[in-house]
């Protein structure tokens, strides 16, 4: 694939500052090999600035949400510039953040264009519930998402941004989207992509939804999919660190 893998961690609310840097470290002491896809973790914001440094270079830190006002009165939120003290990357519209605490659409494309504005690198999430895809709405659900989120970027800021797929019926259920699935949804996104003019080749689309190490191979397999978002498999090194293998695997021709 020439888009260069992405295999993310979301750690959601799991993990002390000592959990986080016990995984860290344990990461640290794989192989060198590593270094031929990228590799990003999402932590709770509590051990950010703990683990910062952490990995070197090999793990790109990442915070889950952002509030995208700069400052001021809003008890409890965390701005943009705060995040990039201690991250570089951030999840944005993740479907817990939409679903339990309300996020719209709307405030989704305000999050990222903040983050953008302080140099994080922005991992967006979409997909559709159980109901939508048996509508037959899967696609139109997509589609208006990325509408609402990206509408109006230029080319150049959209290419800071990888996207994810997670279909939220796939979501911490152990039933993830099959292969085949999932890559139909992928080709929707870059062919969105495209018609927009934005840079679909380049721009890499994560899946997401009960990935573990068993499935991600085959996940991986397909044209369109361009690295992991994974969940419950992330939070320990040893599973996290065999989905990565299997991202390796992909790269040997
Ligand atoms: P899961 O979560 O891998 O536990 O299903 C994925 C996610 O919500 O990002």
Same mark, same amino acid.
């Given at each position: ?23 860290l470290?344990a ?29 070197g ?33 951030v999840l944005?519209?993740h ?6 605490f ?19 690198r ?29 509408? /109006? ?7 800071? $941004?990888? %996207? !994810?797929? =997670?279909p #939220?019926?796939?979501?911490?259920? &152990? ?16 062919r ?9 080749e380049?721009m890499?689309?994560?899946?997401? /939804? ?7 191979? $085959?996940? %991986? !397999?397909? =044209?369109? #999919?361009?690295?992991?978002?994974? &969940? ?10 065999a989905?990565?293998?299997a991202?390796l ?5």
């Open positions: 694939m020439s888009r260069r893998p992405l295999i993310a961690g979301n750690w959601k609310m799991h993990g002390t500052v000592a959990e986080c840097r016990s995984f470290q990461l640290s002491a794989l192989p060198k090999e590593w270094a031929r896809i990228d590799t990003a973790v999402f932590f709770p914001f509590t051990a950010l600035f703990a683990v910062r440094g952490l990995a270079d090999r793990v790109t830190i990442g915070a889950q949400n952002l509030y995208y006002e700069e400052k001021g009165a809003f008890t409890g939120e965390i701005s943009p510039r705060m995040v990039r003290e201690v991250a570089d990357a944005i519209g479907s817990e953040r939409r679903e339990l309300h996020e719209t659409d709307s405030m989704v494309a305000r999050k990222i264009r903040a983050a953008l504005a302080h140099e994080l922005p991992v967006v999430c979409v997909g559709e519930t159980l109901a939508e895809r048996d509508r037959g709405e899967a696609q139109a659900k997509i589609e208006r998402q990325l509408d609402a989120a990206l509408a /109006g970027l230029t080319p150049a800021e959209a290419e800071k $941004l990888a %996207l !994810a797929y =997670e #939220i019926w796939a979501i911490g259920t &152990g039933r993830n989207a099959s292969p085949e699935q999932a890559q139909e949804i992928h080709g929707v996104i870059r969105w992509l495209a018609a927009g003019g934005f840079p679909s380049r890499r689309i994560l899946y997401g /939804g009960s990935v573990k190490p068993d499935n991600s191979s $085959l996940l %991986l !397999a397909q =044209e369109d #999919i361009d690295g992991l978002l994974v &969940g419950g498999a992330s939070l320990q090194a040893d599973s996290f660190s989905i990565i293998d991202a695997d992909r790269l040997i021709p």
